[in-house]
């Protein structure tokens, strides 16, 4: 099962963030983590989760605040309109008639400015809310502790689909291998077993019970069999019970292999997510005029909660601040590269709980091909054990992670009035 395991990160280490995994049997389902950092082996991940939320949740009151204020002015300017309409259209005076015109197109000036003020404020609060979800995805998935239950988790299950881990087996076994060398000359069907067996490696650390071999493997196995003689009968009864034990292994690990077959896509996708990633944070950095070396210091690599939140709302600042000297120097088209970095910070998230959830399907995958064994008199008990500890494993993702929610939080972190 060798794939995903560290899936969430070294952010800090090396490349900001998203560092995905290894190919190999605990990497599995580290997967799990696409964004971490060194650093995120030192936080409470439900602190930062507060931290992002606290953050968040200013901005959201700034906005509110603004919105309100904006929403005021714009229905007491439309009010003062309607009353300067109704005089203008009563009024005699040529005079009055010509002040109250003034006054009317003042009004709508003030009104055009308020909308015009709204549009920022939505802006930057959106664009604000973007900054804050794509610095805080480094610490909102903790890989690690994952890893320390993948690791058990992953072990066993390779374990199990090991037949010299099963009683009398490794003994069995050895008969076995010597009938082969014994009658390699003799047969060039054993033969070919034999060498395939020793190409494939040291065959005291395991039987290839998977591809090709395991059809002349089979066969050699029935013919070492067939060739016991009838006072050996319980060698023979022996035999045939190691070679049933094969042949169940084989099918766990063909069903094991086609789940984790969706690993291997799992893991090109976070290492496509893990590109962009660099990218956006890359972009969103030089937005800013933030030099990378002082955030991964003062923020990926800080424990301090208070000073990340500090220096995470001076990135809130600056980031209003990018959206206003947009606006000012490029009054027709200001809009399109906060939009731009707004949509992308979005996709990944999407991409990113949707990926997650692809974890959380392949995990439950291992409980169906469980049940599948869990009464076979000769893999069962190694079955129940497998059964607890993805049960373990199961319950630890989902106190890390809900990817439903996380795809619902990144379609609603935006704005729109």
Do not use: C
């Not at 229905?75 to 009563?90: A, M, N, P, T, W």
């Not at 992953?154 to 060398?181: H, T, V």
């Not at 200001?334 to 959380?360: C, D, H």
């Not at 076979?376 to 079955?383: A, P, R, W």
């Amino acid at each position: 099962m060798a794939y995903i395991l560290n899936f969430y990160t070294s952010i800090n280490n090396e490349s900001i963030y998203f560092q995905i995994m290894k190919k190999s049997l605990l990497t599995g389902l580290s997967v799990l983590a696409a964004i971490s950092l060194n650093a995120q082996q030192h936080v409470d991940s439900v602190s930062d989760k507060q931290l992002k939320d606290r953050v968040l949740g200013e901005i959201q009151y700034s906005f509110d605040k603004r919105n309100k204020f904006i929403d005021s002015t714009v229905s007491r300017l439309d009010e003062k309109v309607g009353i300067l309409d109704k005089s203008i259209q009563e009024s005699k005076n040529a005079s009055e008639k010509a002040d109250k015109l003034f006054q009317r197109v003042q009004a709508l000036e003030d009104r055009t400015k308020a909308v015009d003020q709204n549009e920022l404020n939505i802006f930057q609060a959106n664009y604000q809310s973007a900054v804050v979800n794509l610095v805080s995805m480094d610490r909102e998935i903790k890989p690690l502790i994952l890893f320390n239950s993948t690791r058990d988790f992953f072990g066993s299950l390779n374990d199990a689909g090991n037949p010299m881990n099963y009683a009398g087996f490794k003994e069995w076994y050895q008969s076995f291998s010597d009938y082969l060398k014994k009658n390699a000359s003799q047969s060039p069907a054993l033969k070919v077993t034999s060498n395939l067996l020793t190409f494939t490696g040291d065959i005291s650390k395991g039987v290839p019970l998977t591809g090709p071999i395991t059809s002349a493997l089979f066969s050699s196995m029935t013919s070492y069999i067939d060739n016991i003689g009838k006072r050996k009968s319980e060698l023979k009864a022996e035999s045939e019970k190691m070679m049933t034990l094969t042949m169940k292994i084989s099918q766990f690990n063909y069903d094991k292999e086609l789940i984790e077959h969706e690993w291997e896509t799992i893991t090109k996708e976070l290492k496509d997510l893990q590109s962009k990633y660099d990218k956006a944070l890359s972009k969103n950095l030089e937005i800013l005029k933030i030099n990378n070396g002082d955030f991964i210091t003062n923020f990926s690599k800080e424990n301090d909660a208070e000073k990340r939140y500090q220096y995470l709302t001076q990135m809130r600042e600056k980031a209003a601040g990018f959206v206003s000297i947009e606006k000012s120097s490029n009054p027709k088209d200001w809009k399109q590269p906060v939009y731009t970095q707004m949509n992308e910070v979005q996709s990944l998230k999407l991409r990113f709980g949707q990926v997650t959830f692809r974890i959380s399907e392949n995990i439950v995958k291992y409980a169906n091909l469980f049940e599948k064994y869990k009464n076979d008199e000769q893999l069962g008990s190694k079955i129940k054990d497998l059964q607890l500890k993805l049960k373990d494993l199961q319950e630890t993702f989902d106190k890390t992670f809900d990817p439903l929610e996380y795809i619902n939080s990144a379609t609603r972190m935006y704005k729109v009035s």
